[in-house]
C-alpha cells in the first residue's frame, strides 16, 4: 500500500484533486499563513477561499507565512507510519521553505519508532500548480499501481519539465518574498518595467526577462509558452490568477487559440502562493523544455 501525501504549496484545487482521487485530507499537508492576524491552514482550495483571501490584501492586510514545527509533522506522519507500507510525498521545492528541516527531524524520529515502513520523499523542485503537475503524475502513476521505485523513476523524468513562468502586478511582495531584489523592485515600479520570473533548475525563482508594460509582459509570456508546450502532452496547462480573472481569462483564450489541442485550465491562486506573489498575479505551469539556471551569486 502507497500512502500518497502532498501539500498546500502545489495550490491544489478541491475540484482537481477529485478528478484525479486525491481528495483525501488525511493526506494532504496543509500548510500555515496568517492573515489579520488570525493563523489559518490552507485547505484544498475552493474560488471562495482565494476570493476572501484576496479581499483582505486588497483592503490593507498584509498577510504572513509561516512553516509547520516537527511536532505538526508527526502528527500528520504517524497515523500512515503504523497503518505501515510505503509513504510517498510529492513536496513544493525545498529551496523555498525552512519547513522541510522541520519535517526531516519529525520524520527520522518516525523511522526509529516504525522501522518497517519506508518513507519517499519527491522534491518537485516547483510551487503552485507546478507541483501540482508533479503530484497529479504521480497520483497517476499509483492508479496504475507502480511500485515507489516506479514512480520515481518518472517523477525523475517529469520534474526537469514543469515549467513555471509568472508576471506579477506588484513587485514589492516579489521583493518581500527574496524573488527580487529592492532596486529591481523600485525601477519596474516606478517604469512599469515587469520581469517575467521563471522557475530555475534548482527550484528558485528568477527574473528571467523584462518587458515594459504589462499587455506586453502578457502576451510575451503567452507567446514563449506556446513555442514550448506539449499539445501532446497528457497532463494539462494551468493558468492561475491571483484575483484578475477577467485579464487572466483573456490570456486563456489566447493561449487556446496557439494551442487548440492541449487541456488548458484557468485556476486561482491560493493563500499562501498568494502571500508572496500578490494580487494582479498571471502564471502558467506546463510540461516541456529546460528550466533556466539559477543565477549565480
Known sequence: MIHFFYDADSEMSLSVAEEFGIADRKYFIKMPYSIAGELKYCDLLTPEVSKDFFEKVRAGEMPSTSALNAEEYKEIFEPAFKEGGDILYVSFSSKM?????????????????????????????????????????????????KSVAEIVKIMDEIVPRINITIVADDLNYLKRGGRLTAMSALFGTILQIKPIIKLTTAGTLIPATKVPGRNKALLTMVNEVADRAS??????????????LTEAERVTEKLKSLLPKADIRLMDVGPVIGTHCGPGTIGICFIDGQRPEPIKE
Open 231 to 244: 499539445e501532446a502532452d497528457d497532463l494539462p496547462i494551468f493558468i492561475m490568477h491571483g484575483d484578475c
Open 97 to 145: 521553505s525552512a519547513t522541510f528541516e522541520h519535517m526531516e527531524l519529525a520524520v527520522k524520529e518516525l523511522k526509529q519508532k516504525y522501522p518497517a515502513v519506508t518513507f519517499t520523499r519527491i522534491d518537485s523542485k516547483a510551487i503552485s500548480m507546478g507541483a501540482g503537475l508533479a503530484v497529479i503524475a504521480a497520483a497517476k502513476a499509483i492508479k496504475a499501481e
